[in-house]
């Protein structure tokens, strides 16, 4: 059974960094697209950033470009999104997500599996 575990959210003030964690098992994820969506209060769920476990892949959303890395420790199993140059308008809870395809795609709908979300505060 798959199992994803986000961690190291938390409170940081603007323009400070965070590196959120996610801790895949259950699977062999090499043929998997891993993802980080995001969702703030009274908002709907939206795609952050992706990567493919094989050769690394990326994709990221046009609001993080140049803020966020997504990256993978093939050996670890663990994905992270390090987050810096944080502005206040991306505080939500950041979810992690799998879905065994070889191509990134930013639709929650087509994401097989969740962890239960880190929150990520961001004072201004």
């Known amino acids: 059974q798959v199992q994803l575990v986000e961690s190291g959210g938390g409170l940081v003030q603007a323009g400070g960094s965070l590196r959120l964690s996610c801790a895949a098992s259950g699977r062999t994820f090499s043929t998997y697209a891993m993802a980080w969506f995001r969702q703030a209060p009274g908002k709907e769920r939206e795609f952050v950033a992706g990567?493919?476990?094989?050769?690394?892949?990326?994709l990221y959303a046009d609001s993080v470009k140049g803020r966020f890395t997504i990256s993978r420790d093939s050996g670890k199993n663990t994905v992270y999104l390090q987050m810096n140059s944080l502005k206040p308008e991306d505080t939500a809870v950041y979810y992690c997500?799998?879905?065994?395809?070889?191509?990134?795609?930013?639709?929650?709908?087509?994401?097989?599996?969740w962890g239960q979300g880190t929150q990520v505060t961001v004072s201004s």
């Open positions: 990567i493919t476990w094989s050769r690394g892949n990326t």
């Open positions: 997500a799998a879905r065994p395809s070889l191509v990134i795609i930013s639709t929650e709908l087509r994401y097989d599996y």
